[in-house]
């Protein structure tokens, strides 16, 4: 199983910073999303601001979220535990 989400910080390049359970960090791009069905509504800035931890993984208020083992693969670590 893969490590679960500790925090997000948003970016205005419409990144995600994140710290792993196992105190790993890593940027998740979510550029390629934008145009995807649920999450078109990221593409405005102060809506993707308000990403925040739930469950060990990020969401956003209308219910949007991204699988934790999705950004735990997919994001550039930036350092190891």
């Given at each position: 199983?893969?490590?679960?989400?500790k925090s997000v910080?948003?970016?205005?390049?419409?990144?995600?910073?994140?710290?792993?359970?196992?105190g790993e960090e890593?940027?998740?791009?979510?550029?390629?999303?934008?145009?995807?069905?649920?999450?078109?509504?990221?593409?405005?800035?102060?809506?993707?601001?308000?990403?925040?931890?739930?469950?060990?993984?990020?969401?956003?208020?209308?219910e949007q979220d991204?699988?934790?083992?999705?950004?735990?693969?997919?994001?550039?670590?930036?350092?190891?535990?």
């Amino acid at each position: 199983m893969n490590p679960r989400i500790k925090s997000v910080t948003p970016t205005d390049q419409y990144t995600l910073e994140l710290v792993f359970t196992n105190g790993e960090e890593g940027v998740y791009d979510c550029s390629p999303l934008l145009d995807f069905g649920v999450f078109i509504e990221l593409q405005d800035k102060g809506y993707f601001k308000q990403a925040s931890v739930q469950y060990g993984t990020v969401v956003w208020p209308h219910e949007q979220d991204i699988c934790p083992d999705t950004l735990y693969e997919d994001s550039k670590k930036t350092t190891c535990a």
